[in-house]
């Protein structure tokens, strides 16, 4: 088992991938950040019309839906 990345001022590796409609991951970001919480919160600018999972190493921090854009029709 692979443990995230711990820098010298103890900052963590964390991944952010947005997931496609057809429920697989599109791509990733990386995030280091102190804690959970740091990262979830700058996790959430991913979630732009896609779910997105935050990962730390094997492990599932959150799932956060995307905020789904609807067109506006015409009154």
Do not use: N
């Amino acid at each position: 088992m692979t443990l995230p990345l711990v820098g010298t001022f103890g900052m963590v590796e964390y991944r952010v991938f947005p997931v496609g409609m057809d429920g697989r991951f599109i791509g990733f970001e990386l995030l280091f950040c102190e804690c959970d919480a740091e990262a979830v919160a700058k996790a959430e600018r991913f979630a732009d019309g896609h779910d997105v999972e935050l990962w730390c190493g094997p492990r599932l921090v959150a799932r956060l839906e995307g905020e789904k854009r609807q067109a506006l029709s015409d009154p």
